[in-house]
């Protein structure tokens, strides 16, 4: 790889991860799925069993988050590249996930949710010229559960992403 194809790499990964996050928050399940190669597995998720595949990961996480608030936040990539057609990479990641009932999480039992610190280990291959995640890892530095009584935050007035922004590229 000369110095422009592994910039432009680089930040392909970066994107990939950005939407990642993206797509999980604004509930954009179909689009989420299109981020995996077709041998994707994952570890560490409360949504999903020990080496599922990318469609387990999927009905997991938009079945566990359906009536959750959720942010993540990914933070300075470590990004390695075995090949032209692979990567490595460990992301520094908080999150922070809340229900409107409390309900029985692995995390943060008897908690209405929990705000979490931790990182991502994940792998890349390119297919067919495009990025996708491999291999995904949440690991868990920290998680902070939220109390019971608290209040759900009220969503109903906030301004929604426009799930198509960048796709209608003027």
Do not use: N
């Amino acid at each position: 790889m000369d110095m422009r194809e592994k910039f432009e790499a680089l930040e392909d990964i970066r994107s990939l991860k950005a939407r990642y996050c993206r797509y999980i928050d604004t509930k954009q399940w179909e689009r989420l799925r299109g981020l995996f190669s077709a041998g994707a597995r994952f570890e560490g998720f409360g949504s999903a069993p020990e080496g599922a595949d990318a469609d387990a990961f999927v009905a997991g996480v938009s079945a566990r988050l359906a009536d959750a608030v959720s942010v993540h936040h990914c933070h300075t990539p470590e990004i390695v590249f075995l090949s032209p057609e692979r990567a490595r990479a460990v992301w520094a990641m908080q999150d922070h996930l809340e229900w409107p009932q409390p309900i029985r999480l692995k995390e943060a039992p008897e908690a209405r949710g929990f705000t979490g610190w931790g990182h991502y280990e994940e792998a890349y291959v390119r297919e067919d010229g495009a990025w996708k995640m491999d291999f995904l890892r949440l690991t868990r530095l920290r998680i902070d559960p939220l109390p019971v009584g608290g209040a759900f935050p009220d969503t109903a007035g906030l301004r929604r992403a426009a799930p198509d922004w960048l796709d209608a590229r003027a």
